[in-house]
């Protein structure tokens, strides 16, 4: 076997150095792009959630609920772009006359952008990273909906950015008892108690609500004490 491994042509690192340069220009492209589209929006909320959630689930209609009642509160509303929670965020982002802002990424699977984003408010996206350094740059808070890894990832990148001091303190919005009680109570008795690999402040970044009415309460009294800025 070993004999074998080492006559495996090796590969060709020239083209491989090459293809990476172009593509550092690439990943320059969206960087300026998204910068200089986001710079000008004004102060937003992300929404993230499930793709796969269908117009009348509960968490569909909530989060085009709290989507409306935020953009009346003079924030815009950006999502990933594509269906299920993000299609119901946009829309009651427009429904409000709210601007609405889709970072669309494009995967082998296209998830082709809802209908719902403001024409000159939507980007898209090859690079994930890219992504979402956009939604953490330019939002002065998060709402996590019930969602899926790319739910997850989003909420754990901005929870580290936020627990290192990376970014400013930004609210945390998780909706849904049911969905996230589970998962916190776990981070509570085993990630903290248990193994104290993160401490009590940690978990404090972390708000949990079941209404519209509560989300945007909190925000509401969040920034009457707080400044509306990038966060880096």
Same mark, same amino acid.
């Given at each position: 076997m070993n004999g074998s491994l080492k006559n495996l042509k090796e590969r060709d690192w020239t083209?491989?150095?090459?293809?990476?340069?172009?593509q550092i220009f690439k990943i320059m492209a969206e960087f300026v792009e998204g910068f200089e589209s986001l710079a000008k929006i004004g102060p937003c909320i992300s929404i993230f959630g499930s793709a796969r959630t269908k117009p009348g689930n509960r968490y569909y209609e909530l989060a085009q609920d709290i989507a409306k009642r935020l953009a009346e509160e003079g924030f815009g509303i950006i999502t990933g772009g594509g269906p299920g929670v993000m299609e119901a965020a946009n829309k009651g982002a427009q429904a409000a006359h709210g601007k609405s +802002?889709?970072?669309n990424i494009t995967l082998p699977h296209e998830q082709n952008p809802n209908g719902f984003i403001d024409p000159d408010k939507r980007l898209n996206f090859d690079y994930f990273f890219v992504r979402k350094v956009m939604f953490t740059k330019y939002s002065q808070g998060f709402v996590m909906m019930?969602?899926?890894f790319?739910?997850?990832?989003e909420f754990f990148e901005v929870a580290t950015l936020i627990q290192t001091k990376k970014m400013e303190e930004t609210p945390m919005v998780l909706v849904g008892r049911e969905y996230w009680s589970g998962l916190l109570e776990w981070i509570r008795t085993v990630m903290m108690e248990k193994e104290s690999n993160i401490n009590p402040q940690d978990l404090g970044l972390l708000q949990?609500?079941?209404t519209a009415d509560e989300v +945007?309460?909190?925000f509401r009294v969040f920034y009457?004490?707080?400044?509306l800025r990038p966060n880096f």
């Open positions: 083209e491989t150095r090459a293809h990476s340069s172009w +802002v889709g970072a019930p969602g899926g790319g739910t997850m990832d949990l609500f079941d +945007v309460e909190y009457t004490t707080n400044k």
